[in-house]
């Protein structure tokens, strides 16, 4: 499901092309060139580092939940507190456990270190909420997905992956191009292989744990006994 950003249809004045304006937006729309595009990188590394398999895709699943965090912070009311009013711009926000919160609603007290992350994929080390996570699942993404079907838990045991830190980037690239990427490498540190089928990126939103991200690999990713694998989310907006 890509995002897709356009800088809209020429205006004419005859009408015949008023006509069919909705036929010439959804052809724009159909379009592939994207204004922000997301990809990911897979990475396989033995024990000794050398690289087993490596390759890129177009991530085509960023998911509704991402559509709906944007949109609201766009619309302004970080605190949430003008209801009933034209700048009452609440959702309801599906968390991972399938349960659902009121977005936004971010007003504390105290030190500025107690305020509550709105999109963080910045994930610690051994943190399996959220930031970039992998799983066994394979059926097929829709938007409305809240969690990976299965995912692998952080542990040393079968079917867990040591999970290290997710690092978000700074944003660089050549013009046109502005990236930037989020990472995480996952350690197989049980006796047998383990294979990945869909990939995630999770935020911390609010105290919630919330899916923005979704895919299933178009082939398995298998990580050996002792390897690692390194996914990196790649976002790109092109001027």
Known sequence: MPVQIFRGVERRRDKEVTQSASHDV?????AEEANLSLFYELE???KDGR???SRRERSRSLLRNFALLVRTLLAGNIAGVITHTTLDVKVSITKRDGSTFSFPSLMYSGEEENAPAVMEA???ERNDNYGVIVGAGSTAVTRD???LETQYKDGFGANQLIHG???VEDVNGTPPDSVWRVIRTFTNESDATITVREIGLAVLCQGNYVLIARD???TPED???AASLTVRYVFKVTA
């Open 216 to 218: 299933v690999l178009s």
């Open 26 to 30: 959804q052809r724009i729309m159909n």
């Open 145 to 147: 997905d809240y969690d």
């Open 51 to 53: 690289i087993i398999s």
């Open 122 to 124: 910045a994930a610690i």
């Open 44 to 46: 396989v590394r033995d």
């Open 223 to 225: 990580i050996p006994a």
């Open 165 to 167: 830190k997710t690092t």
